[in-house]
C-alpha cells in the first residue's frame, strides 16, 4: 500500500539555527501538504505544493516538491520558539485520498 | 466563519461502555475524515465519509467501531464496549473537495479508564 515516510522524527535545534524535514513517498504524488501540530494542539494546513519541482515561501518557510513528485522537502530558516511542534506531509494518492507522514517533532531550544 | 467543531473536547468511559464522538464539518464542506492519534505517535487514518456515505473505511478497525454522516446533523464515530488500547485522541477534519487541504477540529481526547 502506499506509505509516506518522514525524517528525522525528532530534531532538536538551537533558536537561530535551521531545520529541514523530508517526506518521501513509495508512489507518485498529485500534490502535497504540509500541516502543522503544536503541542497539545490540532494539525494546522500550511501549504499545498502541485506541480513538479515546485517551491513555495512563507517567510522563514521554504517548501518544495520533487521533480519526481515523490518527495519533498520543508526547511526552516533562523528557528524560533514559536516554530516548535509536529511538521507533517500528507501526499494525494492516485485514488485521490491522502496520506499523512510520519511527522517530524521539533524542539528549538531557547 | 465556524471551523471544525468537535464534541465533547474530553471524555472518560469506563471498560465496557460506549463512546460517541461527534464532528460538525466547516460551512459548505461535505468531506469529512477521522483520525487517531495517539500520545507522542502521528496520525492515523480511520474513515472518509461523505454525507449519507462511507467512501473509505480502510482504516477502521473491524469491530466496535462505526462511523456516520447523516444528511442533516453532524458526523459520529461510535465505539462500543471501549477497551484501555481505545484511549487517544480523535481529530475530525473537513474539506471542501476530495483530495482539498483539510482543515481539523480541536479533537477529542478520549480516556478509558
Known amino acids: 500500500g502506499q506509505q509516506v515516510m518522514q525524517i528525522p522524527q525528532y530534531q532538536h535545534v538551537q533558536e537561530g539555527e535551521d531545520f529541514t524535514t523530508y517526506c518521501n513517498s513509495s508512489t507518485t504524488l498529485s500534490n502535497i501538504q504540509w500541516y502543522k501540530q503544536r503541542p497539545g494542539g490540532h494539525p494546522v494546513f500550511l501549504i499545498q505544493?502541485?506541480?513538479?519541482?515546485e517551491v513555495k515561501k512563507q517567510k522563514r518557510l521554504t517548501f518544495q516538491f520533487g521533480e519526481a513528485k515523490k518527495n519533498s522537502s520543508l526547511h526552516i530558516t533562523a528557528t524560533q520558539t514559536t516554530d516548535v511542534g509536529t511538521y507533517f506531509c500528507a501526499g494525494l494518492g492516485g485514488a485521490n485520498n491522502l496520506f499523512f507522514g510520519t511527522g517530524t517533532r521539533l524542539t528549538v531550544i531557547p | 466563519n465556524a471551523g471544525v467543531m468537535q464534541n465533547p473536547r474530553h471524555l472518560v468511559r469506563r471498560r465496557g461502555q460506549e463512546a460517541r464522538l461527534r464532528c460538525s464539518p466547516m460551512k459548505g464542506h461535505s468531506h469529512v475524515y477521522w483520525y487517531r492519534q495517539l500520545p507522542e505517535e502521528g496520525l492515523k487514518f480511520m474513515v472518509y465519509?461523505?454525507?449519507?456515505?462511507?467512501?473509505?473505511e480502510s482504516g477502521m478497525p473491524k469491530e466496535r467501531f462505526s462511523a456516520e454522516f447523516p444528511k442533516e446533523g453532524p458526523s459520529i464515530l461510535r465505539i462500543q464496549q471501549v477497551v484501555r488500547g481505545d484511549s487517544a485522541a480523535y481529530f475530525c477534519a473537513s474539506s471542501a473537495r476530495q483530495g482539498s487541504e483539510q482543515y481539523f477540529g480541536p479533537g477529542t481526547r478520549l480516556t478509558v479508564t
Open positions: 505544493l502541485v506541480k513538479s519541482g
Open positions: 465519509l461523505q454525507k449519507e456515505n462511507i467512501i473509505d
